[in-house]
């Protein structure tokens, strides 16, 4: 069984749609932000993707949409995952495949 290999460890800085839950995770604090979910399986993984799409609903899944208070530790935690992205060589700009 394939296990998750933490935010940390993933592609592109965590800029991938795993990180990003584990980042919405934090943001909507249903984990600790010490919490990378490394060495999670697939079924920990979507258990924790359903508690976050449940935390984005009343906010229509817009960033702009959030009480300030998260909509600045969206900023803060988008803002260190762009920079590990672009310590790995993340390009933000789409390919021909995305």
């Known amino acids: ?26 943001l ?4 600790p932000m010490t919490e990378t979910c490394e060495g999670w399986d697939a079924a920990q993984m979507q258990n924790l993707y359903e508690k976050v799409f449940a935390a984005w609903a ?20 988008y803002k260190k995952a762009m920079e590990r992205g672009r310590e790995s060589n993340w390009n933000p700009e789409l390919g021909e495949d995305d």
């Open 1 to 26: 069984m394939q296990k998750y290999v933490g935010i940390y460890n993933d592609q592109a800085g965590g800029i991938t749609h795993l990180g990003r839950v584990v980042m919405d995770a934090w």
């Open 28 to 31: 909507f604090e249903i984990i």
């Open 58 to 77: 009343p906010y229509d899944n817009l960033p702009s949409n959030l009480p300030e208070d998260y909509r600045m530790r969206h900023a803060m935690i």
